[in-house]
Structure formats: C-alpha cells, structure tokens
C-alpha cells in the first residue's frame, strides 16, 4: 500500500502550458525524489531534496523546477510544457541515510503534452 | 563511470518454470544493489538488496538474486513464477554519490 501519493495519475496538456505535478509522503522522510521513466530506458533523476529548503538537480537536463517547503510535499513544476515532456515521472522518497536505504515510489503521473 | 546493464529487453516464460534475469555492473568499489519490480500502472516496489555478507539474498514474493563480484554480476531468480510476476524489473547500483544508476529494465511475459 503506497505511503507516497502522486496527483493527477494522468495529464493530457497543450503546449506552453505550465503544469504542477504533485507528491506527498506520509512517512516522514528526509529525502525525496523526482524520476522521469521513458519505456525502455533506465530511470533519470531529474531533483532531489534531502530536507526542507533543500533542492538539487539531477542527471537529467530539464525545464523543470522543485520545492520543498514542507518535510510531506515535493511539488514538480513545469513552467511552459513541451512535447518533449511527455513521459512519465515517478515520486519517491527515504529516510535512511546510508546506501543501502531503498527507495518508496508513489503510482507516477503519465503526461502528455500536445 | 559507473552503469547497470540489463541485457535482456524482454523474457517470456512459462507458468511454472523458472526465471533468472540477469543483471551486470559497472562499480569500482563494493556495490549496493537493489532490484525492483514494477507492476503495469504502478511505481517500483523493492524486491531484495545486497549490501555485504551472503553473496545469496533473498527477497519477497519468492525471489532471490546471487551477487557474483568475479563477474560484476547480481541475478535475479525464481523457481517457479505465476502470472502475477509479469512485470518490469529493474537492477541499480548505488554511486559514490548515494544516487542510484538503473537498468533499463527487462520486461517478463508469462506464457499460460
């Protein structure tokens, strides 16, 4: 039962649209994350916080912005949209702060952007 | 750099027999790994994790996975699976940066 919620589960937008998309975490957990999952392909971190105010990014190049201004909740925002977006983006979250402390992932939010 | 090789795009097996689906690294020091499994529709559970003591894990839904360091390997096995294992499964590594390098992931097809 997943602990980790992800809001809308899909998202149908028009180009230059800005779009948030949302996580909460009942948990209590330190750090949190956002992926992009394309099928076939490895996932990508796109940010990363480790705490409240904290906010880094990832790997992955994107037009994207995050914030954490509460411990629960890691908004993903997307100020213009663009077909290249289109994807699915997968929320997860830990408290461990070793290496070996695994990942919760919410359903993810499918997007599409036409 | 470090990586995860999932050489397998997709397996389909029979109801019943037995999978392993291999999983290869790419980590200087020692790995921690992980394999998680994702259900169609769904975010990624985690199934099992090595991070020292018995090469030999096991993990839920009766899954095990053996980490091989002369072959930088971690594969996952099952004696037997159902149709509820059909899935996308993934292998990661933890980087010297406490983030995690995926697999691209190999998708299991249950034959009935």
């Known amino acids: 039962e997943a602990d980790i919620y992800q809001t809308p589960r899909y998202l149908v937008i028009g180009t230059g649209k800005k779009i948030t998309l949302e996580c909460s975490q009942t948990m209590g957990h330190d750090k949190m994350y956002w992926y992009q999952q394309d099928p076939g392909m490895e996932l990508h971190l796109i940010h990363y916080?480790?705490?409240?105010?904290?906010?880094e990014k990832g790997d992955l190049s994107s037009e994207s912005t995050v914030s954490r201004i509460r411990t629960e909740h890691f908004p993903l925002t997307l100020e213009s949209a663009r077909p290249s977006h289109t994807s699915q983006y997968l929320c997860?979250?830990?408290?461990?702060?070793?290496?070996?402390?695994?990942?919760?992932f919410g359903n993810g939010t499918r997007l599409t952007v036409t | 750099a470090q990586s995860v090789t999932q050489p397998d795009i997709h397996i389909t097996v029979s109801e019943g027999a037995s999978l392993e689906l291999r999983c290869n690294y790419s980590y200087g020091a020692t790995p921690y790994l992980f394999w998680y499994v994702q259900s169609p529709g769904q975010g990624l559970q985690l199934l099992l994790k090595?991070?020292?003591?018995d090469t030999l894990v096991q993990g839920i839904k009766g899954f095990e996975a053996e980490f091989k360091r002369s072959q930088s390997s971690f594969n996952l096995r099952k004696p037997s699976v159902h149709w509820s294992d059909a899935a996308e499964y993934f292998c990661?590594?933890?980087?010297?940066?406490?983030?995690?390098?995926w697999g691209a992931g190999t998708k299991l097809i249950i034959k009935p």
């Open positions: 997860a979250s830990t408290q461990g702060q070793g290496r070996n402390s695994p990942l919760h």
């Open positions: 990661a590594v933890v980087d010297s940066n406490y983030q995690l390098i």
């Open positions: 916080s480790y705490g409240v105010n904290s906010t």
């Open positions: 090595y991070f020292s003591g």
